[in-house]
């Protein structure tokens, strides 16, 4: 069975540069267009991995990771978190809030697979 | 595919760009609301990111500066004031600038780039480290290779996870997955801490995993695995080439400064011998991880997969126009199924028109549904005029705001694309010759600022554009002298206020003493008229001396079907525009009044307006004095000047498909287009404004008639 990814960006670039990544790599790829909607995407979704923005509108991405982690949905699943810089206070916030690992836009397609791959095992 | 998502992050830009410029639009306005301040924020760094996924370097790099400022403003660390909001509006137009180059090629204005970038770093704190656009998260995996790649090390890793690594969703196995697709890997668990079961904290970490990798990766390739559980864990990675490593590299320094290595080195390189790899060692080994377990269960399954929460399609236009086209046909088609049924000999028809009516009632349904398909509210041709006002006014060393107002009334995409030129050129006007210098303004006693307003609405079946300024006016004296200096009236010419006012949309007039570069650009604003002209639309000016000037643009609301009065002028069928007339009446003796040799007026309520011949006016028979013509069409132009269009009668009012006669027959003066009727012949759509302009009649009020005539004089 496919590994499920849930991509939250707000960037259609962004959407597509992982849906066409991902599906190539054979990845079943769901996406919401921000934070709000990923949350109320997931129970549904059922994802095996979260890849998530930090700068969304209505609901940025550390809340997203704070409402998955949280009681309600209380997931267990691996978030990535998509960052422009490669600040540490901002991986280690994301961490602190539940974040398995991060991923550095611009990524290529390798960078993103391998990220995956240490958080799913999963190469596809 | 690479192509197509570039192409969606241009279409993107423009969405964000339009976010970005209304967000600032707001902020100047005074609406420092958090929420308007993030909103710029993320479309910038949305910029930034997808321009960084493409190597558009320059863009990269100005948006970062554009963001890192921005961010402090959402920190709170900078005050909004007049200055800084400024310095974000200028950068918010260079940034549309760097997309329009990274899409279209091109260059920018390099020191206008560069005295920006050091505007925007003024406000940014500290020493800020370098961008650099490394792929992160992959550590040295991918990196060239190393000299010693080829050759196969033997890695001793040892990794005890501490218990907060579990609450990250990281898991042992799937890191040792990695690991073993780096060369072969070695499992072995080391449960030595784990207590009996009585005494086991669930939440605690007892585990220790000692693993042998042999790789010919990088030691840094290794590392790069462990690289999201880092400070989470205790890890030391040991390889058997460490020395061999440091051996190397001191040779490296040895070789540069001309030194042969000692013997020993390769001694220390001999690699020992490699572990039997194990069939399938990480699956065991990870088996009683005290993990979470993954939520594969956590949730019942559901395949839907969810887009967008407003769905949206994009269609080529192409598909729309060919669609309007065939709504088009089914018009006629429908009057040609209408006029035959009337002239069919049956006696009882009541079904057959009701049925029609409905088909009749469901055609301008799909009509109007696919008009709004190519509708759009003006909203972006708006934003951008903000821009245009803000230019023009640093050009000037004017302050003036634009306010705008109906944003939402929406326009065929045509129009909205052919009005950007007018309204950048009337805009530019209002800035250069409308709106007076501060000082003026304060001596006039108004406001230092002048506004400019912009203004969108429907008005009965067309689309009013207005642009209002508070400026000093049309300056009538010095325009009418103009008009004479160049000839284009007489010097004795008598005209009303509303006349001097419209003599700026003669062609070849033009008031600025030099022609600036900012509204000048060698064109005036005849250009402008031609072109709301060429849309079907009219543009007509009022002013008020020290009060400010208004240009009014009246367009169709769609460029294919109207409404129109089918009437018959020397016994051929036309067309007018339901939207110009006013009022129909029947003529008889007592309203006429001959004025002269071919001048009528009709009398209205104790109101005469001239009266035009239409079959005159186009040539198609001579006025008949005698015979009133049997219907007048009382229209109202754009000066709001009343006239009357003698017609011979009025047949139906319906709704007609415009043909355009451009490459037909070239432009017939008095005929705006043509279109197909109910029995398939083609009639005339008349141009009111232009005929009264053609005819003699009606002469006397028309200004450029007028005009014309007294040039020719």
């Known amino acids: ?26 990845f079943e790829y769901h996406c919401a267009v921000d934070g709000r909607e990923g949350v109320d995407m997931y129970p549904d979704v059922a994802p095996d991995v979260v890849i998530t923005d930090i700068n969304m509108p209505n609901l940025d991405g550390f809340g997203v990771i704070e409402e998955l982690r949280g009681e309600d949905i209380n997931s267990k699943v691996p978030i990535l978190v998509l960052t422009t810089e490669s600040a540490p206070e901002l991986k280690a916030r994301a961490r602190n809030a539940g974040a398995t690992g991060w991923i550095t836009k611009p990524f290529d397609d390798a960078s993103l697979i391998f990220a995956l791959k240490r958080v799913t095992g999963a190469a596809a | 595919m690479a192509g197509s998502i570039q192409d969606t992050f241009f279409e ?3 969405e964000l760009l339009e976010a970005m410029d209304e967000g600032l639009t707001a902020i100047e306005g005074g609406d420092h609301d958090p929420e308007v301040v993030n909103a710029v924020f993320r479309a910038v760094h949305s910029i930034k990111g997808g321009a960084g996924a493409f190597g558009l370097d320059e863009l990269v790099a100005f948006a970062h500066k554009f963001e890192t400022v921005f961010d402090e403003v959402r920190a709170n660390r900078l005050e909004l004031d007049t200055k800084l909001i400024q310095l974000l509006l200028r950068s918010s137009d260079h940034l549309s600038d760097l997309v329009a180059v990274a899409r279209d090629g091109g260059s920018t204005d390099e020191a206008h780039h560069d005295v920006l970038i050091s505007a925007l770093e003024e406000y940014i ?9 490394q792929p992160m998260g992959l550590g040295g995996a991918f990196d060239a290779a190393p000299i010693e790649m080829e050759k196969e090390r033997i890695y001793k890793i040892r990794f005890h996870p501490l218990k907060d690594m579990y609450g990250t969703g990281n898991e042992p196995y799937f890191l040792f997955q990695t690991l073993a697709d780096l060369g072969t890997l070695e499992v072995q668990l080391d449960d030595s801490e784990l207590p009996g079961f009585d005494a086991l904290d669930t939440d605690e970490s007892y585990l220790t995993w000692k693993l042998t990798l042999t790789s010919t990766e990088s030691k840094s390739a290794v590392e790069s695995v462990f690289e999201f559980v880092e400070g989470l864990c205790e890890l030391s990675i040991e390889s058997d080439s460490d020395a061999e490593d440091e051996a190397n590299a001191l040779a490296a320094l040895d070789a540069a400064f001309g030194v042969m290595p000692e013997e020993g080195a390769d001694q220390v390189a001999a690699p020992f011998e490699a572990p039997v790899p194990a069939s399938e060692p990480v699956a065991e080994a990870a088996d009683p991880a005290p993990a979470p377990a993954a939520a594969k269960t956590a949730a019942p399954k559901a395949e839907t997969a969810k ?7 994009r269609v080529d236009l192409e598909r729309v126009d060919r669609l309007i086209n065939a709504v088009g046909e089914l018009i006629i088609n429908h009057s040609m199924l209408a006029q035959q049924i009337a002239n069919l000999d049956v006696a009882d028809l009541r079904d057959v028109e009701t049925e029609l009516e409905g088909f009749k009632n469901l055609a301008r349904d799909i009509q109007e549904g696919v008009m709004s398909i190519r509708a759009q509210p003006v909203k972006p041709l708006f934003q951008r005029m903000a821009r245009i006002v803000r230019e023009a006014s640093a050009a000037t060393g004017k302050t003036c705001k634009l306010v705008t107002e109906g944003e939402n009334t929406e326009v065929d995409k045509t129009v909205i694309e052919r009005l950007s030129d007018p309204l950048t050129h009337i805009l530019r006007n209002a800035v250069d010759h409308g709106v007076e210098k501060p000082e003026d303004r304060e001596a006039a006693g108004k406001a230092r600022s002048g506004e400019i307003r912009l203004t969108a609405s429907h008005r009965s079946g067309s689309v009013c554009i207005e642009i209002k300024d508070d400026g000093a006016g049309v300056n009538r004296p010095r325009v009418k002298q103009i008009a004479i200096d160049k000839g284009l009236i007489p010097e004795n010419a008598d005209l009303t206020d509303s006349e001097i006012d419209n003599l700026l949309f003669l062609p070849g007039f033009s008031t600025a003493k030099e022609i600036s570069n900012l509204s000048g650009r060698g064109v005036g604003m005849d250009v402008v008229k031609n072109a709301v002209t060429a849309l079907g639309g009219r543009i007509n000016i009022s002013s008020t001396p020290g009060k400010g000037s208004t240009f009014t643009i009246i367009l169709p609301l769609t460029l294919a079907v109207m409404d129109g009065m089918v009437v018959s002028v020397a016994d051929q069928t036309m067309v007018v525009p339901i939207t110009s007339i006013v009022e129909t009446m029947r003529g008889s003796d007592d309203m006429v009044n001959n004025l002269g040799a071919d001048g009528t007026l009709l009398s209205i309520r104790g109101n005469f307006v001239p009266v035009c011949d239409v079959g005159a006016a186009l040539g198609l028979d001579k006025p008949d004095h005698d015979q009133p013509p049997g219907v007048y069409l009382l229209v109202e132009t754009e000066t709001g000047q009343r006239s009357a269009l003698a017609v011979d009668d009025i047949h139906d009012q319906r709704q007609v498909v415009i043909k355009s006669l451009d490459g037909v027959c070239g432009n017939i003066p008095g005929v705006a287009a043509a279109t197909i009727l109910g029995d398939g012949k083609i009639a005339m759509i008349l141009d009111p404004e232009s005929i009264l302009a053609a005819s003699p009649s009606a002469a006397a009020f028309d200004t450029e008639r007028r005009l014309n005539n007294a040039i020719a004089s």
């Open chain 1, 1 to 26: 069975m496919k590994t499920k990814v849930l991509a939250i960006d707000d960037s259609r670039t962004i959407r597509n540069l992982l849906a066409a990544a991902l599906e190539e790599a054979g």
């Open chain 2, 12 to 14: 993107e830009c423009e």
């Open chain 2, 125 to 133: 704190e500290e020493e800020e480290e370098e961008l650099v656009f």
């Open chain 2, 307 to 313: 887009t967008g929460p407003n769905p949206t399609l």
